[in-house]
Structure formats: structure tokens, C-alpha cells
């Protein structure tokens, strides 16, 4: 069976496979072809795929022959009409936005892996992009954050005076939020931090941060260890003490997330005007409409000259070890679906693959898409 890696349009710099990866997927029994160029912006050239066992190809020629593509971002709308019935593609779909291309994609017969969905169980933590990504985003958040304060982050005792530590304020303390407690803690700063579940406390706590607490959050064990939305109260509440630690703070990691809704507003635009001039605030929840009221998804904006950074494309800033973790979610995941002989045979049976899988046999399956998209019909 023929894996084929297309390379990624638009701003994209990462790639699904780096040759390593693509070694470990001919080790599993496949034959790997590559499109030409398409590891260039992640610093890997043709040379070392054909090391590594992979072949060159146009990406007609791919698309033609590859029983199974993998790719960062879904294909373009241009590239379905060549795929064949019963092709599958691995990518990271965001369904609520790309709706419209699953459909044409269920129709065209495609069986679409969604990355993205790969459910959030023990026995899934190895194929885990979504982790894979934050990770390298809070780490990224940070470095931004530092270069651009017009201050240190660690405290200096210098022959030209004291110089205080940085106080960073994180939001939300998940994957990316941890992340960046550790680096901002590594680089000497002050950090305080803040979520709505009690589990995280002792996390931050371990990490050097310390964590605020808001008393009156709303927990659900049913949310599978994710936040829900709070009550009006406890959002003024928590709107309020975030204001206090806000002006006191140099730098805003703002990350905090409600699976399949709208990001919480966490810092209001009164909040900013009060802020220290020369303050950066980061907002990685900028894709679903910021934690700061003034986020611009994709963009910096600057008020009272604070700046605001509403970036969330923070891997693809970090091309090469980026592909590298998510090449290796990827095969992890393709291990449990690939047979001795190095046939890809997904097993709807195994809840990954059933809630990996947005459609198959031009029926959706992942639950989570139906209830995403509002879908009816059972699988
Ligand atoms: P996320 O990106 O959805 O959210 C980021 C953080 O924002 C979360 O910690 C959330 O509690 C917090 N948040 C939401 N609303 C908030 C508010 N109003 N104020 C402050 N904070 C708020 O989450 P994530 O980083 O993807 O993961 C969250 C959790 O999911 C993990 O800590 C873990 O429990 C679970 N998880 C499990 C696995 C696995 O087992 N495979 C993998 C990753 C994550």
C-alpha cells in the first residue's frame, strides 16, 4: 500500500511526515511517496526523503496512486475531485470550518482521519496533536512575549542595580498554559495563574506558578477532564480578580479554551487600558474569538501601548520539531490500523478509530462531527 505526503498550501510551513517518519511508516510495511519541494519550508529537502526510502512524485501523480495521504492542513477544494472512492486522507480537519469540504468529501467516497479528533484517552496520548501543537505554542508564546517586553524576565543583582523579575500572567492552565508556566518559570519570571478546574492546582503549583483561585466554578466530570462554560456571576467574578493581576503583570499567555465554543472573555478592554505601557499580552485562543476583547485573530493590535497578539499558528513559526511530533502522533495512530502486511484497514470497532474517523463509506461516524454539524443519522 502507497502513502503519499502532499506538501501544504497557504502559510503552512510544517509537513505531516519529516523522513524519519517516513522511515518508521515504510518499517510498518508501506511504500512512501512525497511530494517534490514539500519538506523545504521545514527545513528537510528531497535528498533526505529518497535517503530515508521515500520516492519523489508530482502531486498528480500522488494523488493517483496513494492509497492513504496524509497531510497538515485538508487538501484544496481543486485536489477532491481527483481523489477516488474509498482513498483515505489523514489530516487535521477542523469540521465547524471545514463543513463544507467534508461533505464534498463524504460524497466524493473519501474516508477522512480527523487528527483533531483523536479522543483524549490514556491509550490516545501518543497520537495526540492537539497536545503535540499546544505544547510547541506555549512555548512560542512565551519567547514572543520575552523578546518583545522592553524588560528582563529574571531578576538581575548587577554593579548597575536591581532589576526585578517579569510577573507573567497565564489564562488557563491545559496543555499550552503548562507549557508555558514551565518556560516563563525557566526564564526567571513571576508567573500567576489562572483556570476554572481545581485539578490543575497542583500542577501549576509543581511548575513554580501560583494559581488563583475563583471560588464558585462550574466542574462537570462528564466534560472528560475539560473546562464548561461558567455562570454570569462567576464570569464577573473571575473578570474582576483577572483585572487586578492583569495591571500588576508585564506579560498576559492568555489560553484558555471551551472545546467546540466560543473562548471565554477574560480581559475586558478596560482591563488593557489599565494595563503597564510596553505590557505584551498573547492570545492563543485568538482562532475562537480571543480572551481579550481586543484580539485580533492573525494580527497585533496596540492599545494604550499595550500589545496584543491574536496569533494561533505559532507551529508552523517552529516548522522542523513541530512536523516532528506531529509525524509521530501519526504514526502511532496508523499503527493500530495497519495489518502485518502493511494494508491500512481502519477497525470501526476501536473507539479511536471510530472517533478519529469523520466519514467513511459516505456516511459520517465520528459522534463528535455529527454533533458538531448537527447530524441526524446514526452510523
Ligand atoms: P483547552 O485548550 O480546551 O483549554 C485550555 C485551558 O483553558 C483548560 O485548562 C481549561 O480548563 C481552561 N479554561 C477554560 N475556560 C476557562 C476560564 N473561563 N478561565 C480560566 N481557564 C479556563 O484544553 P487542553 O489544553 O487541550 O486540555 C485540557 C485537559 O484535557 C487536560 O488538562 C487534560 O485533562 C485533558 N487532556 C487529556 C489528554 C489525554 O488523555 N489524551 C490529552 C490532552 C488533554
Known amino acids: 500500500m502507497i502513502a503519499g505526503i502532499l506538501s501544504e498550501t497557504g502559510n503552512e510551513n510544517r509537513i505531516a511526515l519529516l523522513p524519519c517518519e517516513a522511515a518508521s511508516l515504510k518499517k510498518l510495511g508501506m511504500e512512501v511517496m512525497v511530494e517534490f519541494h514539500a519538506g523545504e519550508r521545514a527545513f528537510v529537502s528531497d535528498k533526505d ?4 526510502g521515500a520516492t519523489m512524485a508530482d502531486r498528480k501523480e500522488i494523488i493517483s496512486r496513494a492509497a492513504l495521504l496524509l497531510t497538515i492542513n485538508p487538501p484544496l477544494n481543486d485536489d477532491i475531485k481527483s481523489f477516488t472512492d474509498g482513498q483515505i486522507l489523514c489530516t487535521v480537519l477542523n469540521p465547524v470550518e471545514n463543513n463544507l469540504w467534508l461533505e464534498k468529501a ?12 483523536v479522543p483524549r484517552i490514556t491509550r490516545a496520548q501518543s497520537m495526540d496533536i492537539l497536545s503535540s501543537m499546544a505544547t510547541v505554542s506555549g512555548y512560542k508564546a512565551v519567547l514572543e512575549a520575552a523578546s518583545l517586553l522592553p524588560r528582563f524576565f529574571p531578576m538581575f543583582m548587577s554593579a548597575a542595580g536591581t532589576i526585578r523579575p517579569a510577573k507573567v500572567l497565564i489564562l488557563g492552565a491545559g496543555v499550552a498554559g503548562l507549557q508555558a508556566i ?13 483556570d476554572v478546574r ?6 501549576v503549583k ?28 462567576f464570569r464577573k467574578k473571575q473578570q474582576d480578580l483577572i483585572q487586578q493581576r492583569a495591571v500588576a503583570a508585564d506579560v498576559v499567555i492568555a489560553t484558555a479554551m471551551i472545546p467546540g465554543k466560543k473562548a471565554p472573555v477574560l480581559l475586558l478592554k478596560e482591563t488593557v487600558s489599565r494595563m503597564k505601557p510596553g505590557s505584551v499580552i498573547v492570545d492563543l485562543a485568538a482562532a475562537t474569538g480571543g480572551n481579550c476583547e481586543l484580539t485580533q485573530n492573525g494580527t497585533t493590535v496596540e492599545m494604550n501601548r499595550v500589545k496584543i497578539i491574536g496569533k494561533s499558528d505559532y ?9 516532528k511530533m506531529f509525524g509521530n502522533n501519526v504514526i502511532n495512530l496508523l499503527k493500530i490500523m495497519i495489518d502485518k502486511n502493511g494494508n491500512l484497514k481502519p477497525d470501526m470497532a476501536d473507539e479511536i478509530v471510530s472517533g478519529t474517523t469523520a466519514v467513511y463509506g459516505k456516511e459520517y ?6 454533533q458538531m454539524l448537527g447530524i441526524k443519522q446514526t452510523a
Open 49 to 52: 526523503y529518497t535517503a530515508a
Open 206 to 233: 509543581s511548575l513554580g506558578g501560583k494559581f488563583i483561585e475563583v471560588e464558585g466554578a462550574r466542574e462537570d466530570a462528564a466534560a472528560g477532564g475539560y473546562a464548561i462554560e461558567q455562570t454570569e456571576e
Open 315 to 323: 507551529p508552523s513559526d517552529m516548522p522542523y520539531d513541530a512536523s
Open 106 to 117: 463524504r460524497l466524493q467516497g473519501l474516508t477522512v482521519l480527523a487528527l483533531d479528533l
Open 365 to 370: 461516524i465520528s459522534q463528535r462531527v455529527k
Open 198 to 203: 481545581s485539578a490543575v492546582k497542583e500542577e
Open 182 to 194: 514551565a518556560v516563563a518559570r525557566k526564564l526567571g519570571a513571576v508567573v500567576e495563574v489562572f
